[in-house]
């Protein structure tokens, strides 16, 4: 039987939604029923509960701390592999919150077209406490940089 994941909510629905730790079969089923297909675990220590159909891919991140832009692009890649095959991302470190919060920022960066501010004021309108610590904010500005320039190349 399907549960939902603690925390879960869609980012934007049918393409991308976040989580806390999915680590119940139950939790795996309930995003495959939803129309994802891919997992991205940002803590190495937590990887969710394995599923058929589901691909799990961890990008270790550091808890409290913001991703690399390598990690984000690496997220990005996978976005961009799911996208194209019309399936759903789902993001998840252990709380859904912080790590969590500055992939789903620079996704609505990428592919909404948002403002670093702008993108970080709908993460956390849709999941509270989300982006917790200013490297945090700052490497989801840093993001928008490098994405504007490689935009306009």
């Given at each position: 039987?399907?549960?939902?994941?603690?925390?879960?909510?869609?980012?934007?629905?049918?393409?991308?939604?976040?989580?806390?730790?999915?680590?119940?079969?139950?939790?795996?089923?309930?995003?495959?029923?939803?129309?994802?297909?891919?997992?991205?675990?940002?803590?190495?220590?937590?990887?969710?509960?394995?599923?058929?159909?589901?691909?799990?891919?961890?990008?270790?991140?550091?808890?409290?701390?913001?991703?690399?832009?390598?990690?984000?692009?690496?997220?990005?890649?996978?976005?961009?592999?799911?996208?194209?095959?019309?399936?759903?991302?789902?993001?998840?470190?252990?709380?859904?919150?912080?790590?969590?919060?500055?992939?789903?920022?620079?996704?609505?960066?990428?592919?909404?077209?948002?403002?670093?501010?702008?993108?970080?004021?709908?993460?956390?309108?849709?999941?509270?406490?989300?982006?917790?610590?200013?490297?945090?904010?700052?490497?989801?500005?840093?993001?928008?940089?490098?994405?504007?320039?490689v935009r306009t190349v």
């Open positions: 039987m399907a549960a939902q994941p603690y925390n879960f909510s869609w980012m934007v629905p049918g393409e991308i939604c976040a989580c806390a730790r999915p680590d119940r079969r139950a939790h795996a089923q309930f995003l495959r029923d939803a129309g994802v297909r891919y997992v991205v675990c940002l803590s190495d220590d937590l990887p969710p509960a394995p599923y058929p159909d589901l691909h799990i891919q961890t990008i270790p991140v550091e808890e409290f701390e913001p991703p690399t832009l390598d990690q984000i692009h690496e997220f990005i890649g996978i976005c961009e592999l799911a996208r194209a095959r019309q399936v759903a991302v789902c993001v998840h470190c252990r709380m859904g919150r912080g790590r969590t919060g500055v992939m789903l920022a620079c996704y609505l960066i990428r592919y909404q077209g948002q403002v670093p501010q702008q993108a970080i004021s709908n993460v956390r309108f849709k999941r509270p406490y989300s982006i917790e610590t200013w490297e945090q904010e700052f490497v989801v500005k840093d993001y928008y940089d490098h994405w504007t320039k």
